[in-house]
């Protein structure tokens, strides 16, 4: 199995389980003299084994992620690359926009009013969000790449 196939078996696995929380839930409690719509008991024993075929995908899945070598590193490392290049990406965009007055009135009623300058230089910051986005794609792509090339480690 490739590791692309078991990181969809993964969220799989995980939105059943989800799906699974919610109807224990909601069977948890019945009414004295109704019946419950679905026995709560097997759920619970179902979303166990789900949870642990989740775990196993997990364990499975970290161990290829640490032992696969991409450029420079393992797909472990090119992961937490991708994660810090979207959230410098979100931030160095959301100063951008705030600096810009994006969301903000544009114009001055009257002359009285005070004039709102920005405080960062919005070029340069919509330039290094552009930046930061390429890295962000060449990271994805590689890490695409190689979850369709690898083969899940036991």
Do not use: C
Request: charged content about 30%; proline content about 3%.
């Amino acid at each position: 199995m490739k590791l692309a196939e078991a990181l969809a078996l993964r969220a799989d696995a995980a939105r059943r389980a989800e799906q699974l929380r919610a109807r224990i839930v909601a069977s948890a409690r019945y009414q004295e003299g109704e019946t419950p719509a679905e026995d709560a008991a097997a759920l619970l024993t179902e979303a166990g084994e789900v949870l642990g075929e989740l775990e196993s995908l997990m364990r499975r899945i970290n161990r290829t992620n640490a032992a696969t070598p991409v450029e420079g590193g393992t797909l472990t490392d090119a992961l937490a690359r991708r994660d810090v290049l979207r959230l410098q990406h979100r931030m160095v965009t959301s100063a951008a926009d705030a600096a810009a007055g994006e969301g903000q009135r544009g114009f001055r009623q009257l002359r009285s009013e005070l004039k709102m300058i920005p405080a960062l230089p919005v070029a340069q910051l919509r330039s290094q969000a552009d930046d930061l986005a390429r890295q962000l794609r060449e990271v994805d792509t590689l890490i695409q790449r190689t979850n369709w090339e690898v083969d899940l480690l036991d």
